[in-house]
């Protein structure tokens, strides 16, 4: 009788991964992988609206749509360097700043359950339902707003007027330049609370998962907080940091200037070749982004287990 042939330690290990991503890679294949593929398809044609609407006719143009967007196009080349750029500004911030908050908020002191969902409140009021609910009581109350001055109206609709605080405070003598990068940063700044909801909720949940007995341990050898942070909590919150820093770009890029270009393009304009090539290609910049960022991390990345 022949002997059963016994699986090793790391194809166990390699089935328990696959069948883990399975749920993701069912819905890749069913959902995703079609539409990609139509984007392609999309992307190397000439897309004609059927009269009356209703269907539509592609004309193959192998690589014409390519050479209009990177010979002709007026703004797309500088718009997915711009939204790199600020992709490669905001993680680094996002990242530290809530691992920062993060530790504050995993102390323990009264009211930690309500700073907690203060933190957790812009992403809440960033949904959809929210943003149109304030967009209608800030429609309905119009006629109030109308009446103030104009600087009033304008820091009430953008958060921060450049113009209004240059010259609300050009009597104290301090230079634009430096009163322009204060409120760019101030600017940043707020963009950065709003983006760091879940990550803060994940790294509360990182650091509630490290063993005590380690604090213990490093205590009782007379490490400092700070020694501590850097041998004790960084190292095991690592795998968490890469988790965050995945859902931070793809965050970042879903309501990136490059995607909205793109949607313009496709539904405003009505060009479905370009607007789809243009989605294309900055998947691929983001893609590689993501591979090159998480390949140098993963290499630093420690696994208690």
Same mark, same amino acid.
């Given at each position: 009788?022949? *002997?059963?042939?016994?699986?090793t330690?790391? @194809?166990?290990?390699?089935?328990?991964?696959?069948?883990?991503?399975?749920?993701?890679?069912?819905?890749?294949?069913?959902f995703?992988? /079609?539409?990609?593929?139509?984007?392609? @398809?999309? $992307?190397?044609?000439?897309?004609?609206?059927?009269?009356?609407?209703?269907?539509?006719?592609? #004309?193959?143009?192998?690589?014409?749509?390519?050479?209009?967007?990177?010979?002709?196009?007026?703004?797309?080349?500088?718009?997915?360097?711009?939204?790199?750029l600020?992709?490669?500004?905001?993680?680094?911030?996002?990242?530290?700043?809530?691992?920062?908050?993060?530790?504050?908020?995993?102390k323990?002191?009264?009211? /930690?359950?309500?700073? @907690?969902?203060?933190?957790?409140?812009?992403?809440?009021?960033?949904?959809?339902?929210?943003?149109?609910? &304030?967009?209608?009581?800030?429609?309905?109350?119009?006629?109030?707003?109308?009446?103030?001055?104009?600087? =009033?109206?304008s820091?009430? %609709?953008?958060?921060?007027?450049?113009?209004?605080?240059? /010259?609300?405070?050009?009597?104290?003598?301090?230079?634009?330049?430096?009163?322009?990068y204060?409120?760019?940063?101030?600017? /940043?700044?707020?963009?950065?609370? #709003?983006?760091?909801?879940?990550? !803060?909720?994940?790294?509360?949940?990182?650091?509630?998962?490290?063993?005590?007995?380690?604090?213990?341990?490093? *205590?009782?050898?007379?490490?400092?907080?700070?020694?501590?942070?850097?041998?004790?909590?960084?190292?095991?919150?690592?795998?968490?940091?890469?988790?965050? !820093?995945?859902?931070?770009?793809?965050?970042?890029?879903?309501?990136?200037?490059?995607?909205?270009? %793109?949607?313009?393009?496709?539904?405003?304009? *009505?060009?479905? $070749?370009?607007?789809?090539?243009?989605?294309?290609? %900055?998947?691929?910049?983001v893609?590689?982004?993501?591979? =090159?960022?998480?390949?140098? &991390?993963?290499?630093?990345?420690?696994?208690?287990?």
């Amino acid at each position: 009788m022949k *002997k059963k042939k016994k699986l090793t330690l790391s @194809r166990k290990r390699a089935i328990v991964g696959l069948l883990f991503i399975s749920p993701w890679l069912i819905g890749f294949i069913l959902f995703y992988l /079609r539409s990609l593929i139509m984007t392609i @398809r999309f $992307g190397m044609s000439v897309a004609t609206i059927e009269d009356g609407g209703v269907g539509y006719t592609l #004309t193959y143009t192998g690589l014409a749509n390519f050479k209009e967007l990177f010979t002709s196009h007026p703004t797309f080349k500088q718009v997915l360097t711009s939204s790199m750029l600020d992709m490669v500004v905001d993680i680094p911030l996002i990242i530290f700043f809530s691992i920062f908050v993060a530790l504050l908020l995993n102390k323990k002191f009264k009211g /930690r359950t309500f700073v @907690r969902a203060v933190f957790f409140l812009p992403v809440i009021l960033n949904s959809e339902a929210i943003q149109q609910a &304030i967009a209608l009581s800030t429609q309905l109350m119009g006629g109030g707003i109308a009446s103030a001055p104009d600087e =009033i109206v304008s820091a009430t %609709s953008t958060g921060v007027n450049i113009e209004y605080y240059l /010259r609300l405070f050009s009597d104290i003598a301090i230079p634009d330049a430096v009163f322009l990068y204060i409120i760019g940063a101030v600017s /940043r700044l707020s963009s950065i609370i #709003t983006a760091s909801g879940v990550q !803060i909720i994940i790294f509360i949940a990182a650091l509630q998962a490290v063993p005590s007995s380690l604090y213990e341990v490093a *205590k009782i050898e007379g490490a400092t907080g700070y020694e501590t942070f850097w041998k004790v909590t960084l190292p095991m919150i690592m795998p968490l940091i890469l988790t965050n !820093i995945v859902y931070t770009v793809v965050d970042n890029f879903a309501n990136s200037d490059v995607v909205q270009l %793109s949607y313009n393009t496709i539904f405003m304009t *009505k060009n479905y $070749g370009l607007g789809s090539l243009m989605s294309l290609i %900055s998947m691929i910049v983001v893609c590689l982004f993501l591979i =090159i960022v998480c390949g140098t &991390i993963s290499k630093k990345t420690f696994y208690y287990n």
